[in-house]
């Protein structure tokens, strides 16, 4: 079982910036590939990044060059730090991994960007 425990949401203007966190509960987090999705209102959850245990990354094309995923294995925590902010990118994040077949979720965290 893990736990994923989003934070750092909020609202900001287009062109801002704004670091999300995710707080996992898990003696594993090290090896674990943890991804970051959003869904925007009446659109299905796309994916966005993620980071595997190695550090290497991925990310979508509407984050590449905008978003940066990081992870502190000694805080059990993975990071995306969202620059140059669009009024697109309003969604809730998600926070998620994969155990054993087992796909966890956080809550999520509203992200609103104004024009």
């Known amino acids: 079982q893990v736990q994923l425990v989003e934070s750092g949401g909020g609202l900001v203007q287009a062109g801002g910036s704004l670091r999300l966190s995710c707080a996992a509960s898990?003696?594993?987090?090290?090896?674990?590939?943890m991804s970051w999705y959003r869904q925007a209102p009446e659109k299905q959850r796309e994916f966005v990044a993620r980071i595997a245990g190695s550090g290497s990354t991925v990310y979508a094309d509407s984050a590449k060059g905008r978003f940066t995923i990081s992870r502190d294995n000694a805080k059990n925590t993975v990071y995306l730090q969202m620059n140059s902010l669009k009024p697109e990118d309003t969604a809730v994040y998600y926070c998620?991994?994969?155990?054993?077949?087992?796909?966890?979720w956080g809550q999520g965290t509203q992200v609103t960007v104004s024009s």
């Open positions: 898990t003696g594993i987090f090290s090896i674990l590939t």
């Open positions: 998620n991994c994969q155990l054993a077949s087992q796909g966890y």
